[in-house]
């Protein structure tokens, strides 16, 4: 029975001081919560970190090299370029013969410049 007792009064003092531990203390108690500023003149202890969750656990990627292209494709595939900016510059062409060149030509008087 002596050793009951005893388990007995141990748990009723770590039970007080897990009381007292949990109590707010002095000038702890009813503090206003740090602003961003302000904590960071604080010192570390002063108010609590939480503690960070675990990241989830990072997936292995496999890399899968492409076959490299062969000397055969890469040069039709550079002539299509120039093609597509023969297309453009005909486009452009047309462009300008219809409404004219406006880098060319000076800006016509307007009747609000006019009154000026």
Do not use: H, I
Not at 19 to 48: H, N
Not at 94 to 107: C, I, N, Q
């Amino acid at each position: 029975d002596a050793s009951g007792a005893l388990t007995d009064d141990l748990m009723a003092q770590v039970r007080e001081q897990e009381r007292r531990k949990a109590e707010a203390v002095g000038k702890d108690y009813a503090a206003r919560p740090a602003s961003y500023k302000g904590s960071l003149s604080l010192k570390q202890d002063r108010f609590t970190t939480r503690k960070r969750s675990r990241s989830p656990a990072k997936r292995d990627v496999e890399f899968v090299e492409l076959e490299k292209p062969k000397e055969g494709t890469l040069a039709t595939t550079s002539s299509r370029p120039v093609q597509m900016s023969r297309e453009a510059e005909e486009r452009r062409r047309k462009l300008v013969e219809t409404y004219g060149d406006a880098a060319s030509k000076s800006k016509p008087a307007t009747a609000s410049s006019s009154f000026a």
